[in-house]
C-alpha cells in the first residue's frame, strides 16, 4: 500500500507543479483579457482593482459624488463623500441617504475609493474604427490567402520533383535548399529589397506575394519528407495506366500526403499573419495597404497612454491565429514534429 | 544516360524549377549584388555619384564604435537567451514526458499555444506585464521585493525583460524535445535500470546523448535566430535603442542604416559582417558536435 501512496503523491505534486508552471506562462494572455476591458483612468491608477471597474459614484440629491472605503467602528463601509474637509469629512450611506450626513474624523486624502465592476467592451469597438480594422483584415486576408496558396502550389511541385525524380546534382541542390535556412533573413532582405526598389515594385503587395510562388526551404522539406513515406508502387500503378508525373501527383501524392499539405496550409497562413518585417521594409508609407501587424504596431506608438486601446486591439489581432490553433493543433503539432525528428 | 533516365531527370528539374528561380532572382544575385555594393558608394541620402571605393565600406565599418557596441548588445543577449531557449524547452518536455504527469496531451498543446500568437502582439503583451503595475512586479512585491526591477526602463532590466518575451517562442522546441524523447528506444532505459542506474544516471548516460542531435538541431536554429534578433525592441522601443542603448542590437542598427538613413553600401557591408559571423558560428559548432552529438549507426 505504501509505495503505492508515495507514487500517487508524487503523480498528483508533479501534476500540479506542471498545471502551475503552464498557468504561469499562459497569465499575460489573462492580463491581456482583462486590461483590454479597463479604462485609461483604471490602468493608470495604482492600486486599483484587478478586474476591469469604475471608481462607484453616487448621486445624492441631484449631483454626483465619489464612493469611497471608509473605515467605521472598525468595519469598512462603501461611502459617498458629500462634504469634504481637512480633518473632518461629511458622508453619506448609498443604501440608506435618508439617514443623512455621517461625519467621519480624519483626512478623505487618505482614503481609498471604491470601485464597481465595468468591463469596458466600447474599447472593441473604439479601437474597431481607430485602427481602421475592416481594411487591415481584408489586407491581412488577402495577402494570407494568396502567400499561402502560392506556398502550398510551389512548395508541392518542388517537393514532388526532390522526392521522386533522380537528376545530376540531387543532392547537392537539396543541401543548398536547406541551407537557405540558415541564411539571417536580413541579410536576403536587403539584397532582394534592392531589386524591388529598383523595378518599382516597393509600396505594393508585389514584393510580398510574388516570392510565395516560389517555394521555401521548410515547406519544402516537410513535405518532401511526407512523399518520401508514400511507397512508390502506388505512382508506378498510376503511370502503367498512362498517367503523366502531374497526374500521378494529383491523383496520387497529394491525396495520400493531404496531413502534411494541411500542415503547410496552416503553418505558412499563420506564418504570413504574424510577419511583420517583410510588410513594414515595404508597405512603408502606405498605411492602406499594410497588413494588421504592422498597423498594431503604429497603433501603439500612438495610443501608448491607453493600455485599455492597446490590449484590445492585440486581442483583435490574435483572435484568427489563435482560433486556428484550437481547432487543428494536432495538425500543428505534427507538423513541427517531422521538421525536428528527421533533421 | 539512357534516354528515359534523361527524361526523368528533365522532368524532376521541371518540377524544382520553382525553387531555382527564385534561388537565383531573390537569393543568389542579389546576395553577389550586395557583395559588389560593398565596394561602391551607394547611399540616397547623398546622391553622389556612384563609384567604386574600394574598402572604404570595411575601413569604417573597423572604426564605427556603434557597430561594434551594437554587436556587443547582441552578444550580450546571447549569452543570456541560448541557455534558456536550448535548455528550457528540453526540461519542459522531459517534464511533460514524465510518468508521474498526468495530462501531457494538454500540457503539450498549452506550452505550444503562444507559438501562434504574433510576436508584435506577444511584445505588446508582455510589456504589459512588465510595466509597474503589471502581474510580474505585482507578484514580485506580494512576495516580498519591495522594490521591483523596472523591466523596460532599466538598461541591466531589459535584456533578462527580452528574455522573458521571448519565452513564448519555446513551443515548437518543446514539442520537438518531445518528438525525440519519444523516439528513443525503451530497451536502452531497460538496460540501464538492470545496470542498475538511477533517473540521473539514465539522464546523464541515455537520454543527453540519445537527444543530442535534437539540441544540437535547436541550438543551430537557435544561434541562426538570436545573431538577427531586433524586432522585439523594434517594436517596444520604435528602434530607439531605449534605455540608454540597451536594446541597440547589431540588426536594428543595420536595419536602420539600410532602411531608415538608405545607406545601401554600408548598410550592405554590415549585412555581410552578420553573415560571415553568422556562418563562422555555424561551422564551429558542427565542427565541435563530432565530440558531443550521437548519431545512432542507421543514419
Redesign the interface.
Known sequence: MAPNLVRRTRVALMTIVMFGIVAAFLSPLVQMTLSSLKSEQQVTQAHSPLLPSDPRTFTYQGERYDVYRVPVDGAVRDLALVDKGRTESGFVDPARPEQGLITWQGSWRTLEPSWTLAPRWSNYADVWSLIDFPRLLFNTVVLAVVGTLGTVLSCTLVAYGFARFRFPGRGPLFTLLIATIFLPVTVTLIPTYTVFAQIGWVGTWLPLLVPAFFANAYNVFLLRQYFLTIPREMDEAASIDGAGPLRTLLSVIVPQAWPAITAVVLFTFVYTWNDYLTPLVYLSGQPDLQPLQVGLAAFNGLYTKNPGYIQAGTMMTIAIPVLLFVCFQRTFVRGIMSTGVDK | MSRL?RR?????????L??????A???A???V??FV?TFLNISLAEQEPLRFVGLANYQRLFGDEQAWASLWVTARFALLWLPVVIALPFL?AL??N?K????SGL????????????????A???E??L?D???INSALRFFGVAEPPSWLNDPTWVIPGLVMIG??GVG?GI??N???LR?IPTQLYDAARLDGAGWWRQLRHVTIPMMS??LF?TM??AV?EV??YF?IPL?LF?GSGDPGGATRFF?LY??QT??TYQE?SY??TL??L??VI?LVV?LLLFRLSRRWVHYTSER
Open positions: 533516365a526523368e531527370a528533365r522532368q524532376g528539374l521541371l518540377f524544382i520553382p525553387w531555382l528561380i527564385g534561388f532572382v531573390f537569393t544575385v542579389p546576395m549584388a550586395t555594393f519542459l517534464a511533460v514524465s508521474y504527469v498526468r495530462g500540457l503539450r498543446v498549452l506550452l505550444f499555444m503562444p507559438y501562434v500568437v504574433p510576436f508584435v502582439a506577444s505588446l503583451i508582455w504589459n506585464m510595466v503595475n503589471g502581474w519565452l513564448w515548437s514539442i520537438i518531445l518528438a525525440g523516439g542531435p535534437v538541431y543551430i536554429l541562426v545573431m538577427q524586432l517594436v520604435d540588426n543595420l536595419y539600410f532602411f545601401m548598410g550592405s549585412a555581410w552578420l553573415f553568422t555555424t
